[in-house]
């Protein structure tokens, strides 16, 4: 079977700055439900300013990028429990931006990838344990959801995804927008997961649409 994966980039510009902060640690206490193997997890601000784009040669329809952002927004809800204004490209935690496959590309994301998050800008909060082994804790400060819309004839073409499909996507980047790093890797099929890596288990086999307890239990430490 192919493997058809959903990443996210890591893209923590508050590393340097951390070696030099003076933040003490802070001890935020055992993470009871870790199945992620990154080192890092994440919050959003108590407000996110939020907004939706699309480059100029995508044709993504705009009601798609708004439909499947405020899904994900509300199948987090419940564990993030964030208020939500309007921000622009100057002022914003989250951004929500379809883009083409070309342009997809020369990011280097690959064929494979229908969608990703980008974690622009960071702050660095402390320290968090979990069965001895230390995570790092951030503020997630800019956060970018891209969706790749691809139209060229191919196994990903993403433009073919019906919008229920588009939603399950998007609810999982929005996991990694949310600091969720990394994906839960042991999940099975008696033990669904939104942020299992693969859309063609996780939706297509598994139908899950929305964060899972095991989803869920791994977030709600942080909120
Ligand atoms: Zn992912």
Redesign the pocket.
């Known amino acids: 079977m192919k493997k058809k994966?959903?990443?996210?980039l890591f893209i923590i510009t508050s590393l340097s700055l951390s070696l030099i902060a003076v933040l003490a640690a802070t001890d935020f206490g055992e993470f009871s439900y870790w199945y992620s193997v990154s080192s890092q997890i994440g919050f959003l601000p108590s407000t996110v300013k939020y907004y939706f784009a699309k480059t100029s040669s995508c044709t993504m329809p705009d009601s798609y990028i708004q439909n499947t952002s405020i899904y994900s927004i509300n199948s987090w809800q419940s564990v993030y429990g964030r208020t939500y204004a309007s921000g622009d490209e100057s002022n914003y935690n989250v951004r929500f931006i379809a883009i083409t496959r070309a342009e997809a590309n020369s990011m280097g994301i690959p064929s494979s990838s229908p969608a990703?998050?980008v974690f622009n800008s960071t702050t660095y909060k402390g320290t968090g344990v979990y069965a001895s082994n230390t995570k790092s804790v951030y503020e997630m400060n800019k956060v970018s959801v891209y969706y790749v819309w691809d139209i060229s004839v191919s196994n990903y073409n993403t433009s073919l995804f019906a919008e229920a499909k588009w939603n399950s996507i998007g609810a999982?980047?929005y996991?990694?927008a949310g600091g969720y790093y990394?994906?839960n890797t042991i999940a099975t099929s008696s033990n669904k997961s939104l942020?299992y890596?693969y859309y063609n288990i996780f939706y297509d086999q598994w139908g899950v649409s929305n964060p899972t307890t095991s989803d869920v239990n791994h977030m709600k430490n942080v909120y």
């Open positions: 994966v959903l990443i996210s990703f998050a999982h980047e996991g990694h990394d994906h942020m890596p």
